[in-house]
C-alpha cells in the first residue's frame, strides 16, 4: 500500500512516499481503507522529536491522527463491513501508525459511523486539526460554561480560533472573538462571520476592550501561545480562565503576575488525556450532528494528494491557511 513515512526525525524532507505491505488487524483490531486524512500541527512535532523520549513508536512512523474511510474488517466489535467512519481517539502517527496511508489497523472503539450527509471532506475537516473537538471539551468539560458568556480564540485561521468562536457560538456565548495577523485575514474572517480584531490595527488588549466595553472575557482559548499567551490573560475579565491548548507561536510566554493576582484570574492547561474516549466518542457524534444540521460550518483551505504530504505539512505550519489542509489518499 502506499503510506507516507520517516525513519529518523527531522524536517519536512524526512517525511518520504512508501510502498509497504498492508497492515494486518490482530487481537480484534478494524482494518479501515482511507479516502481523506488531516494534518495537525502536532504531527509537525511529532516529526520534530519534541515529544518526551519513548513517547514515539519504534522508526519507521506513518504520520497522521486525523482520518476519514470505509471499514474493510470491522475486527472484534467494528462498525459493519462498509460502513464509512471517522477515527475518533486514539494516538495515531504518535505510538501507533497513522492515517497517511491507504490503510490503518485501529481499536475498533476509535471509529464513529458518519450520517449519510456528510462527506469525508467535510468529516476530515471537522477533525483536522481537533479545534472543535477541543472547544467543545474544554468549554463544557474544563471551564463550565455557560451562555452569555464571552470567549476569546486567538488565530482566525487556525482549528482552535474557528472551532472556538463556532463553538461559543453554539453554546450561547454573547461574544465569540478571534484575531488576524494581516488584514487580508481579518478580512476573510469576518467574510465567515467571525468577530475579528485586526492585530495589524490595534493590540489585542484593545481590541477586546473594545468589544466588550472594558470588561474582558470570560474565558481564552489559546492554541497560539507566545506572545499571544501574555496578552490574552492581560484581557480576561475578573474570574476569567485562559486555557492552555497549542503553541503554534512559540512555547515560551511573558505574562504579568498582576494580571493573574488581581484578576483572580485561572490558567489550565489542556489535553485530550483528561477525558476518556466515552466522552472523545459523544463528544464527536454530537459535531457530526452539529455539522449535518449545518450548525457549524468547518472550513478547508487545501487538499493535497498523499504524495505531497511534506508540501501539505510545510502549509499548515508556514502557509498561513485559512482553514484545515488535507491529504487525499
Known sequence: MRAIQYDRFGDYDVLRPVDIPKPVPRNGQALVRLTTAGTHPLDNTVRLGMLPAGAVKP?????????????????????????????????????????????????????????DGIDDTTAAALTAGAGYLTARLALTELVGFQPGGTVLAPGSGGA?????????????????????????????????????????????????????????????????????????????????????????????????????????????GFQFALFTQE??????????????????????????PLEQAADAQRHLIEGGPFGRVLLSV
Not at 60 to 73: C, F, L, M
Not at 207 to 226: C, E, M, P, Q, Y
Open 59 to 115: 522508526f519507521p512512523v506513518t504520520p497522521g491522527g486525523i482520518g476519514v474511510g470505509t471499514v474493510e474488517e470491522p475486527g472484534a466489535s467494528g462498525p459493519p463491513e462498509g460502513s464509512r467512519v471517522l477515527i475518533s481517539g486514539g494516538r495515531y502517527g504518535i505510538d501507533a501508525d497513522g492515517t497517511w496511508a491507504e490503510y490503518i489497523v485501529t481499536d475498533p472503539s476509535h471509529l464513529l459511523i458518519l450520517p
Open 160 to 268: 482552535v480560533g474557528q472551532g472556538g468562536v463556532e463553538i461559543a457560538r453554539h453554546l450561547g456565548a454573547s461574544l465569540a472573538i478571534t484575531t488576524a495577523t494581516t488584514s487580508a485575514k481579518a478580512e476573510r474572517g469576518r467574510a465567515a462571520g467571525y468577530e475579528v480584531i485586526d492585530l495589524t490595527r490595534e493590540s489585542l488588549r484593545d481590541g477586546v476592550a473594545r468589544l466588550t466595553d472594558g470588561r474582558g472575557v470570560d474565558v481564552v482559548l489559546d492554541g497560539v501561545a507566545g506572545p499571544i499567551t501574555g496578552q490574552a490573560l492581560g484581557a480576561l475579565a475578573r474570574g476569567g480562565t485562559l486555557v492552555s491548548i497549542g503553541y503554534s507561536a512559540g512555547t515560551l510566554a511573558d505574562i504579568n503576575v498582576t494580571d493573574l493576582i488581581w484578576k483572580a484570574a485561572r490558567i489550565h
Open 279 to 304: 466522552q472523545i466518542n459523544s463528544t464527536n457524534a454530537e459535531l457530526l450532528d452539529l455539522v449535518a444540521r449545518k450548525a457549524i460550518n468547518p472550513l478547508v483551505d487545501r487538499i493535497f
